[in-house]
């Protein structure tokens, strides 16, 4: 399951119709790179996601000319070799994408979200924010920052920013062999806070943590460059991808939020501000990897 996280033989696209062209040049690089078979799902006639979901039943017209735009994206993939199939079915987008991540056993999941507030913030659509906390497999999001995402389609250059506690360790390992697949280099980027960078143990700790991060990235093949900042979490991120210019930041993140109040995770917010795409590695990824090692172990 490790290697099909790295080189997923099934890719899932959820789309709303309006982001074939932010979505395609992704789908193809990465359906290319790995031989993925790729499905793109819609939901038809999905207008809201929460506590109060407004729903309708499509029309006939609205269902020709979804079936249309889907038809027009698996041609445009069949035509360059990749293998696909569309779905298209009434109903909530999440429950509908999940429900084909689970029959197919998808292993990455591509969506774009390019939803704005009021005061032309960049935010996460409800949809995608419900995808990112529901879904149990590597996700990779194409926020609203990323108004040049095409470009970063074969990734060169990955971003991952590591703090020494929970399971970087795996996230570091799977971070690199992503970047392996698909001959990028990897920076691992180190961020200390400054309110922790004062008192008694400060300069301890952060040798301590230099240390360990300086053998994890010894210990992996290619060795990832290794980047140590002082800063605010999210600010020092987004910093770093501007002035470092990754292609992809690959990004974990552990709590498990409401949709309606992700806003206030920092995967949220450098999803939102990002400009590049962001690939989202839920913890439960990891707990889902360890059950499995276990499970192997105990039938071997």
Known sequence: MWTDFVSPREIVVASDLTDTGILLPHVVAQAQATGARVTIVHAVGNTSLGSSIRMFDPSRDEVLIAQRILH??????????????VVAKPGLAVDIVNAEIKRIGAARLIIGTHSHGPAGQ???????????Q???????VIGPG?????????????LHPVAISGQYRESAELATEIAACYRAN????????????????????????QAALETLSSSLTPRPEVVTEYGEVVPEILN??????????????????PWWSMQNNQAYQVIAESPCPVLALHNRIF??????????????
């Open 122 to 132: 960049a935010m996460i659509g409800c949809v995608a924010n419900a995808l990112l």
């Open 287 to 300: 707990t889902r990897m360890e059950h499995c090692s276990e499970i192997t172990a105990q039938s071997a």
């Open 72 to 85: 027009q994206m698996e041609n445009s993939l069949k035509s360059v070799g990749i293998e696909c199939t």
């Open 186 to 209: 990897l920076v691992l980027l180190h961020l200390i806070n400054p309110a922790g960078a004062t008192g008694f143990y400060a300069n301890e700790i952060a040798t301590r943590d």
């Open 134 to 140: 529901t879904a149990d497999i590597p996700v990779f």
């Open 240 to 257: 770093s991808a501007k002035t470092s210019m990754p292609d992809w930041i690959i990004m974990g993140f552990s709590h498990d939020f």
């Open 146 to 158: 990323a108004t040049n995402s095409a470009e970063h389609a074969r990734p060169r250059r990955i």
